[in-house]
T-cell receptor, first 112, second 116 residues
Framework: GDSVTQMEGPVTLSEEAFLTINCTYTATGYPSLFWYVQYPGEGLQLLLKATKADDKGSNKGFEATYRKETTSFHLEKGSVQVSDSAVYFCALRGTSGSRLTFGEGTQLTVNP | DTGVSQDPRHKITKRGQNVTFRCDPISEHNRLYWYRQTLGQGPEFLTYFQNEAQLEKSRLLSDRFSAERPKGSFSTLEIQRTEQGDSAMYLC??????????????FGSGTRLTVV
């Protein structure tokens, strides 16, 4: 079945540092890929998405590129801010259904 | 429209009691999903509806769990004879089928269930 694996966390960075959160997936066909963010006490919010190979999703300075050859969708940001502190989830939606399959999440803490 | 609403935000119940949660999706969204999230884990799919029809159920949804969406609008998730292992955040999300296939969902803030 479909699965998503995220890098082990938590991740702690200083403000303005470079961020990478790794995400790899297993799925048949060409799934759609997503990054969601969850701030404390809030629901999940869609951060960015990509629907086909080599697509780059971007939002709020975050980027991720759909790499079919490595089955990866790593999240990057060039300069993180304290306000980026949250839990980040990589997810996929397979071609055969509507459900989302999530990774286990990565807690990011950015210190001033 | 204020997005996806879930009620209650928190629920504490004794083991063996029944609980019911409510979800009000975005009004024009015809698909509605339930997920469960335990501490330190990603959300896990439970079930989804298209309009009033329940189209898919996860194996996680034991016979103690039942979900309904009687008029294709709000949905309820009931857990009977709760167990401590049911303690989790229950998330509702909605989406629209005529959107692009890559569209994600809109999630509610969740109902946190604690079984004591």
């Amino acid at each position: 079945g479909d699965s998503v694996t995220q890098m082990e966390g938590p991740v702690t960075l200083s403000e303005e540092a470079f961020l990478t959160i790794n995400c790899t997936y297993t799925a048949t066909g060409y799934p759609s890929l997503f990054w969601y963010v969850q701030y404390p006490g809030e629901g999940l919010q869609l951060l960015l998405k990509a629907t086909k190979a080599d697509d780059k999703g971007s939002n709020k300075g975050f980027e991720a590129t759909y790499r079919k050859e490595t089955t990866s969708f790593h999240l990057e940001k060039g300069s993180v801010q304290v306000s980026d502190s949250a839990v980040y989830f990589c997810a996929l939606r397979g071609t055969s259904g509507s459900r989302l399959t999530f990774g286990e999440g990565t807690q990011l803490t950015v210190n001033p | 429209d204020t997005g996806v609403s879930q009620d209650p935000r928190h629920k504490i119940t004794k083991r063996g009691q029944n609980v019911t949660f409510r979800c009000d999706p975005i009004s024009e969204h015809n698909r509605l999903y339930w997920y469960r999230q335990t501490l330190g884990q990603g959300p896990e799919f439970l079930t989804y509806f298209q309009n009033e029809a329940q189209l898919e159920k996860s194996r996680l949804l034991s016979d103690r769990f039942s979900a309904e969406r009687p008029k294709g609008s709000f949905s309820t998730l009931e857990i009977q004879r709760t167990e401590q292992g049911d303690s989790a955040m229950y998330l509702c999300a909605s989406s629209i089928t005529r959107g692009p296939p890559g569209d994600g969902y809109t999630f509610g803030s969740g109902t946190r269930l604690t079984v004591v």
